[in-house]
């Protein structure tokens, strides 16, 4: 028991370190995942832990709304507050865990329901592939943002609280276009060698969907992964920004709606007292876009397996 935990232990450590190699010999990757671990995940878990302060209650007043950077409370209060008189800075690290929980999960769920179409209809073939395939072209001609503005509007206001539910909308029709490039490899890779050998020996169909064939694909499911994410991201705060999502202050989107509202059409030109409830948001949500975009470049060496030995030979010979 004690060796297989400890090798278990090794397989993980060596694992780990493998990737702050890669990492390290990637430098935009590397910039993007310090970006995304500095600015995003750790005030998340800060948050969730409860280690951050609570939300204060709202002040009224004009001199309190988007009142000047200030020193009070430090930090909380060195991007000034926002349209309700709250700190912006807290209001927006508050925001942090819930858009980053939405991003994911509506990316898993993309990943998900793809794969699930893709690998089955492309390696079982027959009735279920010629289902799937009109499944795929009647959701690819759907247009996925319509639809998951159209849900937003009309669920009630209790259902569009919830996390998995806002995932749910934005990846309605998402998962349409991985269907269909899993499918295409799939129909190659069914033919390998590898894959004959297994079915000759008598392994369930599933184990070969699901092991030997998803093996191949590695690379480009965290690939899709990554960028099934970012797509959520925009979609999310795109329809938050239009008003159809509950009006919550830590929404980064409902920041920069009411931010534009008060500076009006030449605001952002003229100056006004909310120019940093617009631009703080607006680099937020494109901060963690430009990371995770950043970190997609070492998902092949990650993942392929020629790849990963000819790096590991680069980094042993430098040693």
């Known amino acids: ?59 009224s007043g004009w001199e309190n709304i988007y009142a000047p950077p200030s020193l009070n409370d430090f930090p909380w ?6 349209f309700t008189g709250r700190p912006l800075l807290l209001c927006l690290v508050w925001g942090t865990p819930s858009a980053l929980a939405i991003a994911f999960l509506a990316g ?11 690998l ?34 009309v669920l ?5 609280r919830n996390p998995l539910i806002i995932a749910a909308i934005l990846s309605i029709t998402a998962w349409a276009w991985l269907a269909r490039s899993v499918r295409s490899q799939v129909l190659s890779l069914k033919k390998k060698e590898v894959i004959l ?4 020996m008598g392994f369930s169909t599933w184990k070969i969907i699901f092991d030997d064939t ?33 009006v919550d202050v830590t929404n980064w989107s409902v920041q920069l709606n009411q931010a534009m509202s008060y500076l009006g059409a030449l605001g952002l030109i003229r100056g006004g007292k909310a120019q940093l409830g617009f631009w703080l948001p607006t680099i937020m949500m494109i901060l963690i876009q ?19 030995v000819r790096l590991i030979g680069e980094i042993e010979r430098r040693r």
Not at 32 to 45: D, H, K, R, S, T
Not at 197 to 200: L, S
Not at 298 to 307: A, G, R, W
């Open 1 to 59: 028991m004690f060796l297989h935990v400890s090798s278990v232990y090794d397989a993980m450590r060596r694992q780990i370190l493998f990737f702050f190699k890669v990492l390290w010999r990637r430098k935009k990757a590397f910039v993007g995942f310090m970006i995304l671990l500095i600015v995003y995940m750790i005030p998340a878990v800060l948050a969730v832990a409860g280690l951050i302060p609570k939300l204060p209650p709202a002040k």
């Open 77 to 82: 209060y060195i991007f000034g507050t926002d």
């Open 108 to 118: 898993l769920f993309t990943i998900g329901i793809g794969l699930i179409i893709g």
């Open 120 to 153: 089955s209809s492309g390696y079982i073939g027959g009735l279920w592939d010629s289902i799937a395939s009109v499944i795929i072209d009647v959701a690819l001609c759907v247009p996925s943002i319509f639809l998951a503005l159209i849900l937003a509007a």
């Open 156 to 160: 009630p206001t209790d259902l569009k």
């Open 197 to 200: 050998v297994a079915k000759a």
């Open 214 to 246: 998803m093996r191949f694909l590695m690379p480009f499911i965290f690939m899709s992964l990554i960028m099934s994410t970012v797509s959520a991201i925009s979609g999310y705060f795109g329809i938050a920004f239009l008003g159809l999502f509950p």
């Open 290 to 308: 430009v990371a995770l975009v950043n970190l997609s470049e070492i998902v092949e060496e990650l993942f392929n397996p020629v790849l990963r």
